[in-house]
């Protein structure tokens, strides 16, 4: 019987795709087309076993719930929004580190009175009450926006579904409200919007998932251990320092208070040792060294992948499939 092959489900077209081309690309993972830009199918170089299928990026979310494909890439907010039990169904594995969006809650300027959920809620209310009917909150996160609300205590309104640009709906008098997402808050500004101060819903990126309902065999979870080792090991070695210093016979109090305090790790490198070191921790971690006494020059140096002794990814994912 032939194994199984990883199907990982990637963007098919626009900005996303671009990105995750190139973040694929600067993990070694280059990504071939057969048969041209319009296939539909790819495979990874390098990596046997791994069959990418390009789909729209909501059809990715819904792929990862229902078990069609074995890890994906797509934002988090359509995975929250379409997928109903995402939390039980599909892991999120990494997040990637572009794609970002805030699923906010929005309203006109005007209201001045108007800066939270708790003074919204009260809206509604003044509102049903003048108007007869319920205010209107226009969005594409149909989902999001009811538990959101409902969270809030929030029950006296109604959602209009958006179809085309959510941000315009109120000056359009389609709606009184808005749930949408934003980079910077540029557009709603611009459409005389702002967000409440408690109406952030999601801050979303593009994430790897793992879907927990695909069928996952040995040779499946082999491939994925392949190829999210890649993954991981260029994250670690984007977000660290490898720090080659001389350190003391007796330096394990040292290293524990790197490790403390630092969240920095020894390294073994070819018989020498070395310091893993967050990139955003290294200012800290010199002042640690030389504050116990470490006055030897100390050499930062970037790597371009970093494996640890296992992939905490495919740990994780195993863990998850177990429980």
Not at 35 to 58: F, N
Not at 79 to 101: C, H, K, T, Y
Not at 214 to 241: F, G, H, M, N, V
Not at 251 to 256: C, F, G, L, R, S
Request: include cysteine; charge should be neutral; charged fraction near 20%.
């Amino acid at each position: 019987m032939a194994a199984q092959a990883l199907i990982l489900a990637i963007p098919s077209k626009g900005r996303l795709q671009e990105q995750v081309t190139h973040y694929l690309a600067d993990a070694g993972l280059n990504l071939k087309q057969s048969t041209g830009a319009r296939d539909y199918r790819a495979t990874l170089e390098g990596q046997p076993g791994v069959d990418v299928k390009l789909m729209s990026s909501a059809e990715i979310a819904t792929a990862l719930g229902n078990g069609e494909v074995h890890l994906g890439i797509t934002g988090e907010d359509l995975i929250r929004e379409d997928v109903r039990d995402s939390n039980e169904s599909i892991l999120l594995l990494q997040p990637l580190g572009f794609g970002f969006a805030d699923v906010v809650v929005a309203v006109p300027r005007a209201w001045i009175d108007v800066a939270t959920m708790a003074d919204l809620d009260d809206v509604c209310t003044a509102f049903h009450a003048r108007h007869h009917r319920r205010l209107r909150v226009a969005t594409k996160y149909l989902q999001l926006t009811r538990s959101f609300f409902a969270a809030h205590g929030i029950a006296d309104y109604r959602i209009v579904e958006s179809l085309g640009a959510t941000e315009g709906a109120p000056a359009a008098g389609l709606a009184e409200a808005i749930v949408d997402i934003t980079t910077t808050g540029a557009t709603l500004s611009a459409n005389d919007l702002k967000i409440l101060e408690d109406g952030l819903i999601l801050k979303s990126q593009a994430q790897l998932a793992a879907s927990l309902k695909a069928p996952w065999s040995k040779s499946a979870l082999e491939a994925a251990d392949r190829l999210t080792a890649r993954i991981a090991a260029r994250e670690l070695a984007r977000s660290s320092y490898l720090l080659r210093v001389a350190l003391p016979r007796s330096a394990a109090k040292i290293v524990q208070s790197l490790k403390t305090d630092c969240g920095c790790s020894l390294l073994l490198q070819d018989g020498e040792q070395m310091i893993l070191c967050p990139r955003n921790r290294l200012s800290e971690a010199i002042g640690l060294l030389r504050a116990k006494g470490v006055h030897a020059s100390v050499a930062a140096e970037r790597a371009d992948y970093i494996f640890g002794d296992a992939n905490q990814l495919t740990n994780r994912l195993r863990q998850s499939l177990k429980s």
